[in-house]
């Protein structure tokens, strides 16, 4: 049926009316979507995680490297972030520790599962406490000394070889160095010359800067 | 066309496009929710390395990374007269390379360092965790970031995994078929031969020479040495090559001019990091070195 030329006027009418109709059903849909999605997003942003990344991490009880150790970390471990100073996290372990660790020896995603599990090789192969750094004895693959017995001549280097692996720089030595040379985790700086945002900090050592915070990243 | 006909085409492409922009959203949230998981986080280790293997070369696991490791490192020992055993260097080496270790891109490696016996310029790594450096090398640095530099350098290469990439082609070469077919005393003794044919006399890609110094730079850096270490340490290199050309170095690696440009268009990225050069302690350490062997 031709509609009469009122008709065109009320159909005008209404498609206005439902095109508005529309564009707020839409409106309403996108806003929808966008609140699912920033539900997700949000997530993370309320309850962040960060992940050890070394086997030497430890948790203090401030947010100093001087702070005293409250409990050493395990490679891959996951920290709830509640808290964050320059250059270290506030952060709980899941068995409700809490204190701070250098950003430095964190990362945002989970190390590969090949990788902790590595990790936990090495330290079970070092002998300690599996928890920590441990540099170590794994002992030379059998398959590299035969190789090495099939050339010959080689003794004297698979000695050598075997030596090198049995080496092991204490925890505590490893520590006292970074310390002495302000690396890693104990590089100092004066909070009050901190700048926020710069990524540095410059600290002073005999009247002259010498040191940034690190960890910044 | 009518209206009516005009409006039905018009809520039609409406719904199209909020059907379309929906199917988009979604797959956005699909695909930022999925691109935050990585598949080897979703899949046990051995699941993950079979689909990565299927269709191209078998993987090369971390205790077969190792094994390769422990026979170029016996190789190189050999080939360059054993270790010096001056115990405070063996200990400042390890102590300055741990430093680096624990800060590398593969933390969960057990890292050795050690120094050897010989006066040539040189530094090398094993598969798996083993740095040498040379006494030659220890005494041309005169710092402790240039020492970092070139330690680092050498993490670098193994965190890259940059000689698995070569034995990985050797194995397909080989035609190693099953996992644990290297360990076939012929098979393991051809693959690390291969290996050491090309590496001894070539060295690396110099591709991966390049990513090494980069991820050097980067990791020496971020412990907090001065990020131009290694760069100062190849221009102590450059110098001494006057005087010994013949310093199997320079045949292993790219020239060092370049590689000290690319280094130094690095380091501004690093300004703000005001790193340190521990120059004192680098030479209270290697006090002992004061009396050429």
């Not at chain 1, 599962?113 to 059998?142: C, I, N």
């Not at chain 2, 018009?10 to 998981?37: E, H, K, T, Y």
């Not at chain 2, 530099?149 to 034995?167: C, P, S, Y």
Request: aromatic share 8%.
């Amino acid at each position: 049926m031709k509609p009469s030329p009122s008709g065109e006027v009320f159909w005008g009418a209404r498609l206005q009316v439902d095109r508005r109709r529309a564009g707020l059903r839409w409106l309403a849909r996108a806003l929808a979507v966008c609140a699912v999605w920033c539900a997700f997003d949000a997530a993370p942003a309320l309850a962040k995680s960060v992940y050890v990344n070394t086997r030497y991490a430890k948790l203090r009880a401030g947010k100093t490297s001087a702070d005293a150790e409250v409990a050493k970390l395990a490679y891959g471990q996951e920290l709830t972030v509640v808290g964050e100073a320059s250059g270290f996290w506030q952060v709980r372990t899941a068995d409700g520790k809490s204190g701070w660790i250098a950003r430095l020896w964190t990362a945002d995603s989970l190390p590969s599962q090949s990788k902790v599990a590595e990790s936990l090789g090495a330290a079970a192969r070092g002998g300690s406490s599996g928890v920590a750094y441990t540099a170590g004895a794994r002992g030379l693959a059998p398959e590299a000394e035969q190789y090495a017995t099939e050339k010959g001549d080689y003794g004297a280097a698979v000695g050598a070889v075997k030596e090198m692996e049995k080496f092991e720089i204490g925890e505590a030595k490893l520590e006292a160095f970074l310390r002495e040379g302000k690396l890693g985790e104990f590089a100092e700086f004066k909070a009050a010359s901190f700048r926020p945002g710069s990524g540095a900090a410059i600290c002073a050592e005999q009247g002259r800067p010498v040191c940034v915070l690190r960890g910044i990243r | 066309m009518t209206v009516q006909a005009r409006f039905r085409r018009s809520w039609a492409r409406q719904a199209a496009g909020f059907s379309g922009r929906v199917a988009l959203i979604g797959a956005a949230i699909a695909m930022g929710a999925c691109g935050a998981l990585r598949m080897d986080m979703i899949l046990p280790d051995g699941m993950a390395a079979g689909l990565k293997a299927a269709g191209s070369q078998l993987p090369v696991g971390t205790e077969e990374e190792i094994a390769y490791g422990g026979a170029v490192a016996i190789h190189i020992v050999q080939r360059y007269g054993g270790l010096d055993r001056t115990p405070e260097l063996v200990e400042y080496v390890n102590l300055v390379g741990e430093a680096l270790a624990i800060h590398s891109a593969r933390p969960e490696l057990s890292f050795h360092f050690a120094i050897l016996n010989t006066d040539e310029v040189n530094a090398l790594s094993a598969p798996g965790g083993y740095v040498f450096i040379t006494r030659g090398t220890l005494r041309a640095c005169q710092t402790e970031s240039e020492l970092a530099g070139i330690l680092a350098h050498e993490i670098a290469h193994i965190t890259a995994r940059h000689a698995i990439k070569a034995l990985q082609d050797l194995k397909s070469k080989e035609a190693v078929a099953d996992a644990t077919g290297w360990k076939s005393s012929e098979v393991f003794g051809r693959l690390v031969d291969g290996f050491l044919d090309g590496f001894l006399t070539k060295g690396h890609p110099e591709a991966d020479e390049r990513e090494a110094d980069r991820v050097g730079t980067g990791l020496v850096a971020r412990v907090g040495w001065d990020a131009g270490g290694l760069r100062d340490a190849l221009r102590r290199v450059a110098e001494r090559r006057a005087a010994a050309p013949t310093d199997r170095f320079y045949g292993t690696h790219p020239d060092t001019i370049d590689r000290m440009n690319r280094i130094a268009a690095l380091l501004p990225s690093y300004k703000d990091r005001d790193g340190l050069t521990l120059e004192l302690r680098f030479r209270q350490r290697v006090a002992a070195l004061t009396t050429p062997k």
